[in-house]
Structure formats: structure tokens, C-alpha cells
């Protein structure tokens, strides 16, 4: 049981990310977010969750002037406790956020 509340939590902040990750990368283009996908999904076939952390941080810091910055940094430190267990998880729900972006141009 206490597991399965662990996990409920766990994949509760995953759902956060996934919903605030495309605001934080609304406004840049495209192919900045290409190329941040493709890097991020190097790093998680190569299994490196702190290359990835590493990475992912350098990035919510160069947004840090945007509303979602700190909601997103907040998720992370939350996650990060768990991160061995379900790191492939949560990096994909970051992945499959930054690839959800629409911008403005119907891109």
C-alpha cells in the first residue's frame, strides 16, 4: 500500500511536469527544441540521470524568468529522491512535454 501511494505521488509530479514543461518552452523555436530532445534522449539511452539532471536544470535556469520556472524546479527536487527507480519514467514525461509544444506560428 505504501508503495502504491509512493508511486500515485510519484506519478502525480510526472503529470506536473508534463503539463508545465511545454509553457517553459512555448517561446522558443523549434529547432531549439529539436535539438534539447535529441540531446535529453541521448542522455536516457545512455542511462546518465545525472548528465540528464545536470542538463535539464542548465535549461529551467535559462528560463528562469518565466512564470513556470520555479513550479518546474520545485517538481524536479521532489522527484529527485526517486529519481534511480523511475528515472526513464519521469525523463520521458519531460521529453514528451517539451515535444508537446504548439507554438504560436501552428509550428
Not at 508511486?7 to 508545465?20: G, P, Q, W
Not at 520545485?74 to 515535444?99: C, D, H
Amino acid at each position: 500500500m505504501k508503495n502504491e501511494v509512493i508511486e500515485n505521488r510519484i506519478i502525480s509530479k510526472m503529470d506536473t511536469l508534463r503539463r508545465t514543461i511545454p509553457e517553459l518552452f512555448s517561446e522558443v523555436s523549434t529547432s531549439y527544441r529539436q535539438k534539447v530532445v535529441y540531446n535529453l534522449l541521448n542522455i536516457v539511452k545512455g542511462g546518465d540521470m545525472n548528465q540528464f539532471l545536470w542538463t535539464l536544470l542548465r535549461l529551467v535556469n535559462a528560463r528562469h524568468d518565466h512564470s513556470k520556472a520555479a513550479e518546474i524546479a520545485k517538481t524536479l527536487n521532489e522527484l529527485y529522491g526517486y529519481s534511480s527507480k523511475f528515472f526513464e519514467k519521469w525523463a520521458y514525461s519531460i521529453i514528451m512535454g517539451i515535444m508537446s509544444v504548439k507554438t504560436e506560428g501552428g509550428e
